[in-house]
């Protein structure tokens, strides 16, 4: 339906006359005429005032349809840190409508699991900015430093509250109910890995790699992390520095090698890796995250100056091959912050 259609059939719902409208709104009663009869449309400012007086949202004065507005909902969540508060209730409320429709079930119920995150992660950054406040004014007294573990996702020194025993569990269970789904797998293994069970990670990658869909440079690179896992570093570098002679062109052997070389240290040939990765990447636009891992290395190694000129070429990369502009982007802002505390590091 066109907007000045639904406006007219709101109008009339809510039992006001154009000029009714048009006071309460602040506009000429021939304003509310022109969008109507399609003349003209409601300026963007007035949208959200529209959608206040008809006890309605803006996307339903847009008749959009239920996949229009779950692509909204990811794409606005996408875009920006935080949501307000009415707009975070709105999209609940809309979603657990489509928790019901068997046509969208499984996309509403993956957006309510990110909806919450979404706004358990804009908390959990505000927490971790209070907590970190306290802990610098009083260093010396233990209170606000759990908080501060558990919403910057700090290491925890006991390992009855480090370990990954929970999440194994439950992705182990889906890789039994699903044996022949190739993802589940993925995170069974890394959280084995996490916990040094090398062992069961090395069962389920031998049953990984009997699936049609298993990828031969992952499974080699997993054979690699399961060899770290037992401390076996000159073993676990033969089969990583095997594969890239095997594949040195190959950009994801060469993302997933610096990832490797990264975890264990090796930030010179990671560097290398991640720089090569880039390069090879055919694909446009291409991700930033050889380029976060580069930037986290240098600041791992106190090159704050280096880490900044690395966050230039992510802000270049995102303007650029993305298309993205501080106006529409929340990460177009989030990366100028992370260089400029860098640049006042260095």
Known sequence: MELGKKIR???????LTQEQLAEKLGVAAQSVSKWENAVAMPDISTLPLLAEVFGVSIDDLFDLTAEQRLNRIENRMDAEEDLPQDLFWEYEEFLKTQLTDPQHKQRATDLMAYLYWHKMNAYARKAAKYAKEAVRMAPGVKGSQWVLNKAAGHAAWDWNVSNHTAAIEFWRETVEANPAVRLPYLYL???????????????????????????????????????????????????????LAAHPDDA??????????????????????????FQKTTRKPRFQDELMGIADIWQIRGEYRKAAETYDRILDLLEHEWGLTEADDSSIRTTRDKRDALLAKA
């Open 252 to 277: 994801v052997c060469l993302f997933e090698a610096a990832q490797y070389y990264a975890a264990k240290c090796g930030y010179d040939r990671a560097i290398d890796c991640y720089e090569r990765s």
């Open 9 to 15: 059939q709101l109008r009339f719902k809510a039992g």
């Open 189 to 243: 293994i890394d959280n084995l890995l996490a916990d040094h069970r090398a062992d069961e990670a090395e069962h389920y990658l031998a049953r990984l790699g009997n699936l049609p869909d298993a990828n031969p440079i992952m499974n080699e690179i997993y054979r690699a992390h399961i060899a770290l896992a037992r401390f076996d570093e000159p073993g676990a570098d033969r089969i990583v520095e095997d594969l």
